[in-house]
């Protein structure tokens, strides 16, 4: 075998090796293509998934400002009714201690 065969030889050899590289390269791309865009669509459905629990966060959780006003208004709402009923029961008792004054009083004459 002569000098120039090796070469062509290894030229073909060469070639092969190139072409099966450029080969195994290509598929290689169009695999990382489909991971970017399945990963892209990943990435999508997670921002909608988010949306949507900030929409329902927002919608059905009160914030905390808006607690303490209403825990605020309770606490009056109780207090007004605590005051009235405290105020029942002194004109109860003002009530009684008038009819047992006029009973006493009736009983006496």
Known sequence: MG???MISIALFFMTVAVGVFAWLWNKAERNLENVIQNHSKDIESIKR???DHRLHVATSYVTQSELAKTI????RTVERLLD???QMARDSK???AELHRRVDGKEDK
């Open 3 to 5: 000098t120039e065969h």
């Open 49 to 51: 998934d988010i949306a």
């Open 72 to 75: 605020g208004s309770f606490e």
């Open 84 to 86: 009235a009923i405290n």
């Open 94 to 96: 003002e009530a009684f």
